[in-house]
């Protein structure tokens, strides 16, 4: 069963800590994105990746970087953690060239993140 | 830019009925896609179906059917026979005809369905 795999169900961070967020696909996608779920406002996209080393930034980049070293690897990293970037973080890939637009979005489960 | 908006914070609903999710989009361009995921509290997205712009007919999958309108910039989701496994969180989505940067969401409706 493919899958996109998120290291973290729930986590527990410090204000000022440095944080990472690991998502792993197994599904060989090009494309990779994070997510951030808050009540009320939906899914906003953080930052994606089109190819390894590659990133570009989504609607809400602020106060966090990401890292794509391997394909199926994109990592989400709060620098300095904050209380407002307390929400649930969400992982996705998707395949690169589709006939439509139909891309073939996958999730992991998310990750949790409270920052105290 | 695109824009998603579902009007629908929450939605209570008796069991076998059907139900109407309702979505608006913006988009300037000519060619996009449309989603609606659903979310249980597990808290995975689940993908229920998709219609492209330019696809002629209603997209439909099992009980599940995307109302298209697009002159009204509408794309509503119509679940028939309503069950109490469907109660979740529904979100609509769009992707702009370039396709890559990512999916733009709505701020989701939380349907319930009742015994």
């Known amino acids: 069963d493919v899958k996109v795999t998120q290291s973290s169900r729930y986590l527990v961070k410090r204000t000022g800590e440095k944080v990472f967020l690991e998502c792993v696909q197994d599904?060989?996608?090009?494309?990779m994105f994070w997510y951030r779920q808050d009540p009320g406002l939906g899914l906003r996209l953080i930052y994606f990746?089109?190819?390894?080393?590659?990133?570009e930034k989504g609607d809400i980049p602020e106060g966090y970087s990401v890292s794509r070293e391997k394909k199926e690897r994109f990592s989400l990293i709060l620098e300095s953690a904050s209380t407002n970037q307390t929400s649930m973080y969400l992982c996705?890939?998707?395949?690169?060239?589709?006939?439509?637009?139909?891309?073939?979005?996958?999730f992991g489960s998310g990750t949790r993140l409270t920052v105290v | 830019a695109q824009k998603i908006t579902q009007t629908q914070p929450g939605m209570f609903v008796q069991e076998k009925e059907a139900v109407t999710l309702d979505c608006t989009y913006d988009t300037s361009d000519p060619s996009y896609g449309l989603f609606w995921y659903k979310q249980p509290s597990s808290g995975e997205m689940i993908f229920l179906i998709y219609?492209?712009?330019?696809?002629?007919q209603n997209a439909t999958e099992g009980r599940y059917s995307l109302n298209f309108q697009k002159a009204r910039k509408s794309a509503n989701l119509v679940i028939s026979a309503s069950q109490l496994g469907d109660s979740a969180m529904y979100f609509c989505a769009m992707i702009p005809g370039g396709g890559a940067d990512g999916l733009t969401f709505g701020k989701g409706t939380h349907l319930i369905i009742q015994p």
């Open positions: 219609q492209g712009s330019y696809d002629q």
């Open positions: 990746s089109y190819d390894v080393k590659m990133k």
């Open positions: 599904m060989d996608h090009e494309n």
């Open positions: 996705a890939s998707s395949l690169a060239d589709v006939t439509g637009l139909n891309y073939g979005y996958t």
